[in-house]
């Protein structure tokens, strides 16, 4: 098995925060969102601004406090004084409002910055506004993500899949297949309702085979709510719904 071998371009991110919960908690949300690719985690500043000499990312998410003798404010500092090969777009999340603070990382470089509580959903947001303002190319999500999962635009069953799974997200977690996915995406490609069937099934067939590494999650994830059972083309379609929506 491998992974497909269609490659579109993402925000390519680093993620640092002291706590290594928390950091596991982002690296398993950013590695889900198709506009991301997680090229590294961070407990430690230093450590961060070695990376970012050695290989330059677009976007770093950053806690204020990390590890070592160097936060989130040092590293701004530094990252202007040792001159990076390119300065990424940096987010500072912080515990509480320290109002003086949030200001002066503001003024080191910092992009933007949230203080917690806060949704990873919102966060993953302000990250794209911040990759979108520094000219970064992220196509349509929808499409990368489904990359991601295993299939090509070239699939012959793509561009119905893709209705289908637009009619899903559409409906919520809970829709009926043939009244809210399957007519609604017969009537937008003209096409017979077994048509789209059929398309389903060669797409499951093609996800099984390609059996890429987002893919394999739905799997597991699914496995353990549903032992025993197979993965089916309505199945699919509400795992793939919720996970695009960036649930």
Known sequence: MRETDCQWPVLNLYLAESNVQQLTLLTDYF??????AVRGTFTEGRVLLRALRERPVDLVIT??????????????????ETGLPRLPGVI?????????????CLRAGAAYYLVK??????LADRALD?????????RDPLDIW?????????????????????AA??????????????????????????????????ALKTLESRDTGLYRQ??????????????????????????????
């Open 63 to 80: 806690s204020l406090e990390l590890r070592g003798d160097m936060d989130a404010y040092e590293l701004l500092v530094a990252m202007r």
């Open 146 to 166: 489904l990359v991601r999962a295993g299939l090509k635009p070239d699939d012959s069953f793509y561009p119905c899949f893709r209705r289908c799974l637009q």
């Open 117 to 122: 509580p806060y949704t990873l959903r919102h």
């Open 218 to 247: 739905m799997c597991e994830r699914f496995e353990q709510e549903h032992p025993g059972k197979r993965m089916t083309s309505k199945t699919v379609l509400e795992y793939m719904a919720n996970l695009a929506r960036g649930g």
């Open 31 to 36: 590695s889900m969102r198709p506009e991301f």
């Open 92 to 104: 500072v999340v912080f515990d509480a409002e320290l109002p003086a603070l949030q200001s002066r």
């Open 130 to 138: 911040v990759g979108g303002s520094l000219g970064a190319d992220v």
């Open 169 to 202: 997200m559409a409906c919520g977690p809970h829709f009926a297949l043939l009244k809210q996915v399957y007519i609604p995406a017969a009537q937008a490609g003209k096409v017979s309702v077994s048509a789209v069937d059929t398309s389903m099934r060669r």
